[in-house]
T-cell receptor
Framework: GENVEQHPSTLSVQEGDSAVIKCTYSDSASNYFPWYKQELGKGPQLIIDIRSNVGEKKDQRIAVTLNKTAKHFSLHITETQPEDSAVYFC?????????????FGAGTQVVVTP | NAGVTQTPKFQVLKTGQSMTLQCAQDMNHNSMYWYRQDPGMGLRLIYYSASEGTTDKGEVPNGYNVSRLNKREFSLRLESAAPSQTSVYFCAGGGGGYTFGSGTRLTVV
């Protein structure tokens, strides 16, 4: 069935270091993979996404990579800052007929210490 | 342009009481969703609406009902609240990259 696994569940990094979060998905037909950042007391916010025809996408300090063969994708945050502390969710779009819905990973709590 | 608006932001209910959580979007999305978020459980889909006039159950629909009133509005109703429904509820809209509301924090005592 539809499943997205996300690791690690918690990640503590020193300010300035890099952070990497990894996700795997089950449906080889998935073609869209967004990442969300959720700050304390707020709703998840889309920060970056990648489609299956692209292997990597960057936006300033964040990047996503996708390996369709292995069915896994990753979020990379470079030069981490305290404001990067949040819960991050990966997701994969599962489609049935002409419609699809996102399946979310369980989330990663990222703590950036000064 | 507010995106997805949820009301109320906070609510305390007694066991057995009913209430409706409201959600409205101004992004012209066909699809809308209701999630609940509990500590350590991530986001769990309660109900969704692929388009105006249709609704379907998600992973955890028991104890809830929904109404897709029109394209903009998608409400979630708890007919008889239970302590197990204490959670943070998020509404979202979108066909791929969802836009989430800011959430309703519900406590059932």
């Amino acid at each position: 069935g539809e499943n997205v696994e996300q690791h690690p569940s918690t990640l503590s990094v020193q300010e300035g270091d890099s952070a990497v979060i990894k996700c795997t998905y089950s449906d080889s037909a998935s073609n869209y993979f967004p990442w969300y950042k959720q700050e304390l007391g707020k709703g998840p916010q889309l920060i970056i996404d990648i489609r299956s025809n692209v292997g990597e996408k960057k936006d300033q300090r964040i990047a996503v990579t996708l390996n369709k063969t292995a069915k896994h994708f990753s979020l990379h945050i470079t030069e981490t800052q305290p404001e990067d502390s949040a819960v991050y969710f990966c997701a994969a779009l599962f489609t049935t007929d002409s419609w699809g819905k996102l399946q979310f990973g369980a989330g990663t709590q990222v703590v950036v210490t000064p | 342009n507010a995106g997805v608006t949820q009301t109320p932001k906070f609510q305390v209910l007694k066991t057995g009481q009913s209430m409706t959580l409201q959600c409205a979007q101004d992004m012209n999305h066909n699809s809308m969703y209701w999630y609940r978020q509990d500590p350590g459980m991530g986001l769990r889909l309660i109900y969704y609406s692929a388009s105006e006039g249709t609704t379907d159950k998600g992973e955890v629909p028991n104890g809830y009902n929904v109404s897709r009133l029109n394209k903009r509005e998608f409400s979630l109703r708890l007919e008889s609240a239970a302590p197990s429904q204490t959670s943070v509820y998020f509404c979202a809209g979108g066909g791929g990259g969802y836009t989430f509301g800011s959430g309703t924090r519900l406590t059932v005592v």
